[in-house]
C-alpha cells in the first residue's frame, strides 16, 4: 500500500501541509482580487490562481480520503477555469483595441 506511508505517525510527510498550502494558495489569490478589483486583467489572473488552488484542494483531500471524486472535479474545474480565461482574454484584448485601457470603469462605456 504506498498510500499508507503518507499518513504513519513517525513519516513528516503529511497531507496537512498539502491542504494548508492550497488554504494559503486560495487566500492568496482572494486577497489579490479584492485589492486589484479595478484591473480587469489582474482580476483574471487571480481567478485563474483561485481555481487553481480550489483544484490543488479538491486533489489533497481526494488523495486524504481515498476517493476519486476529487480529481473528477478537479478535472471538471480546469476545464471550465480554461473556457472563462479564454473567453476573458477575448474581452481584454478586444476592449483594449477599442478603449486603449484595461480598467474595470471604463467597461461601463460599452453598454449599449
Do not use: P, R
Not at 497531507?15 to 480587469?40: D, K
Not at 480546469?78 to 472563462?84: C, P, T
Not at 483595441?97 to 480598467?103: C, D, P, Q
Amino acid at each position: 500500500m504506498v498510500y499508507n506511508t503518507l499518513f504513519l505517525e513517525h513519516n513528516s510527510f503529511n497531507i496537512f501541509f498539502f491542504i494548508l498550502f492550497g488554504l494559503v494558495l486560495f487566500s492568496s489569490s482572494f486577497v489579490s482580487i479584492v485589492y486589484n478589483y479595478q484591473n480587469y486583467l489582474l482580476v483574471l489572473i487571480g481567478l485563474e490562481l483561485l481555481l487553481l488552488s480550489l483544484s490543488l484542494l479538491f486533489i489533497f483531500t481526494s488523495i486524504g480520503f481515498f476517493t476519486v471524486n476529487g480529481f473528477v472535479y478537479s478535472l471538471v474545474l480546469l476545464a471550465l477555469a480554461g473556457i472563462e480565461s479564454a473567453i476573458g482574454l477575448c474581452l481584454v484584448i478586444n476592449i483594449f483595441f477599442l478603449l486603449k485601457t484595461v480598467e474595470i470603469d471604463d467597461f461601463l462605456y460599452l453598454k449599449g
